[in-house]
């Protein structure tokens, strides 16, 4: 920026508002940019090597980086779940059910509830309905405790055995605009406001299971995509590196 004086200015004023101006712009840094860059697309690689890992994984929600500036000018990676729905496969599986639509299943854990849209079901030791790791699915009523024989679930998540009804899944839902907090593979935290929805807000198949939403196809050109990036930012450091060397080692010597 230019600042233009007149009259008695003197170099002390200049220089001090000089300074001033100075301090306000970011530091101007290609090395700590360069790493900075490095970073981002490690933790890039990162996920995407996870959304190909889970390809096959029931209920799986993909991930997404996109990148936030510190100061103006260095990139910092933030990750933000796909929620969109993934394929609904028929399997014929009667411990199998799915949501098509919003919502999530409630399951057990030893961190307190959380949310899933895995819905591969068995029963555990305690004839307990769980998921495929074994945490108990929750109901209105709490875990669903069932006896031997054929389980029935409705659209509406009513689960009835021999004819009787045992209980109705909890379905929840984040309010929208909720970016909800990613535990392990498939699990979200809760958020503090959490909302039901409602039995004539759901659509609950049973005898299918939802695929994961990764698209194998773009995963893969994402990750040769990292990749050269990547290799990118490794030259320009390689090279910024030799210049510096240059410059202490020669443009330093005495003449």
């Known amino acids: 920026m230019w600042v233009a004086f007149t009259g008695g200015t003197s170099a002390r004023q200049f220089f001090s508002v000089s300074f001033f101006f100075a301090a306000k ?21 990162e996920v995407v090597a996870n959304n190909l890992a889970n390809v ?3 209920g799986f929600k993909s991930q997404r980086v996109f990148a936030r500036l510190l100061d103006g000018i260095r990139p910092a990676a933030e990750t933000r779940s796909d929620m969109s729905m993934g394929n609904l496969r028929q399997t014929g599986n009667a ?13 057990q854990t030893p961190n307190g509830e959380r949310y899933t849209r895995g819905g591969s079901l068995r029963f555990d030791e305690k004839h307990q309905l769980v998921d ?4 108990p699915l929750l109901g209105m009523k ?19 055995q021999n004819g009787t ?27 503090t406001t959490r909302q039901s929805v409602p039995p004539e807000g759901r659509t609950i198949k049973q005898g299918y299971i939802e ?19 990547y290799a990118s930012v490794q030259k320009s450091i ?10 202490t080692t020669q443009l330093a010597k005495p003449i």
């Open 56 to 58: 096959s994984s029931d």
């Open 95 to 107: 411990m199998d059910v799915a949501i098509d639509g919003g919502g999530f299943f409630v399951v």
């Open 165 to 191: 009804l045992v209980d109705r899944l909890r379905i929840e839902t984040a309010p929208q605009g909720t970016d909800l907090a990613h535990e392990g593979e498939s699990l979200w935290i809760p958020p």
């Open 132 to 135: 495929a790791d074994g945490r």
């Open 142 to 160: 709490g875990p669903l405790k069932l006896i031997d024989g054929p389980v029935q679930i409705d659209r509406t998540g009513e689960v009835t």
């Open 211 to 229: 695929e994961s939403n990764v698209n194998s196809m773009s995963a893969l050109i994402d990750m040769v995509s990292v990749q050269r990036a």
């Open 25 to 45: 712009m970011p530091r101007l840094n290609g090395m700590d940019s360069a790493a900075s860059a490095l970073r981002y697309w490690e933790r890039k690689q």
């Open 238 to 247: 390689i090279e910024m590196d030799h210049a510096n060397e240059t410059v």
